[in-house]
């Protein structure tokens, strides 16, 4: 297809009607009527657009109207509200199970308990005292022969944890062993925050029988709602331990227990130490422990150690006046102002 061409030269110029020619004839019968005068209405007429154009304009203004307000006033469409995807069911929390409470026993209860494994147990009488029943002797040894030779022992250092030989060239002087290096511990529990504060400072890797104890700690003293507890032990009666052995150390160690967390027991015991008795007194006294290896120098553990053998060991095996070298009477005298008060004679 092609484009239409332009139109010819000189025939009409730019006006496009096409006239048909007159015949000459009729040109000459017929002359051309004279126009009127052009008037102001005959103009407007002139300019005004034939009706049939008038009449499709405003149908279609009318149409175009229509259409409008049928618009603005068509209802928007409707909205679906898609509910939104329901979240996943969070995973159900499962509570971890309450540690049991520790058993609480009284004195002759716990004398009379036998444990398999090292157990923590909690006085009846001193809810602040917490017993760890161990299963012998070896056992006991493991856990805290090394907290003893830092808290009590003479002639060990008291600003670190001895190592694994130490430890062990210490228990067999004299002719000991691990086992009978203590027959029964007792501590404060700022005594034992001392011992682990120096091993995690030193590197000390620490045998499993001793973090029991820590673990033992952090119990007791979630139990008792305090930080300041007492932990002492025991073991089960058996070889270089039988059941009246056993029941006494458990009632010396109990004395310490007292002597630890009881403040009005603990001054009472050191105005008797330090003031009711006289400096023989405690010379002898000091004679005995530093027997039993204990550190002569600490007077604390000199005055709590003086009141459990008065007050809390009957047993003569472990202890009896002649073992202080002081006559009986006056050891009497001593423990009646240790347990009665007010004064020695």
Not at 309 to 318: E, G, K, M, Q, S
């Amino acid at each position: 297809m092609t484009a239409p061409a332009p139109p010819a030269p000189g025939r009409g110029g730019a006006d496009d009607t096409v006239r048909l020619p007159v015949p000459p004839r009729a040109a000459s019968r017929v002359a051309p009527a004279p126009r009127p005068p052009a008037t102001a209405a005959t103009t407007r007429a002139a300019r005004r657009p034939p009706a049939p154009l008038l009449l499709g304009a405003a149908a279609a203004t009318l149409l175009l109207g229509a259409g409008l307000w049928f618009a603005l006033r068509a209802p928007e469409p409707a909205v679906v509200a898609v509910p939104p995807a329901e979240a996943p069911a969070p995973p159900p929390v499962i509570a971890e199970p309450a540690p049991a409470p520790i058993p609480l026993l009284d004195e002759a209860a716990i004398a009379a308990h036998r444990a398999d494994v090292p157990t923590l147990l909690r006085l009846a009488e001193n809810g602040r005292v917490f017993v760890i029943d161990f299963p012998d002797l070896d056992a006991q040894a493991a856990a805290l022969n090394r907290v003893a030779a830092l808290i009590e022992k003479r002639d060990q250092p008291r600003d670190r944890v001895l190592s694994e030989p130490e430890i062990d060239a210490a228990a067999r002087a004299g002719g000991g062993t691990p086992a009978t290096y203590y027959y029964g511990h007792d501590y404060r529990s700022d005594d034992l925050d001392r011992f682990f504060g120096f091993a995690a400072r030193d590197g000390v890797a620490l045998r499993p029988e001793e973090l029991w104890v820590r673990d033992a700690l952090a119990r007791a003293r979630r139990e008792a709602a305090a930080r300041d507890v007492a932990l002492i032990s025991v073991a089960a009666s058996g070889p270089g331990m039988d059941d009246s052995a056993r029941r006494a150390i458990l009632r010396h160690e109990i004395g310490h227990g007292h002597d630890f967390t009881l403040p009005f027991f603990n001054a009472h015991v050191r105005r008797v130490w330090h003031e009711w008795i006289t400096e023989a007194d405690r010379a002898a006294f000091r004679a005995f422990l530093a027997a039993e290896g204990y550190d002569t120098d600490n007077e604390e553990l000199m005055a709590t150690e003086f009141q459990a053998y008065l007050l809390f060991t009957p047993d003569p095996r472990f202890f009896r006046p002649d073992m202080v070298r002081l006559p009986p009477q006056r050891i009497e005298a001593i423990r009646r102002a240790l347990r009665d008060g007010p004064g020695v004679p």
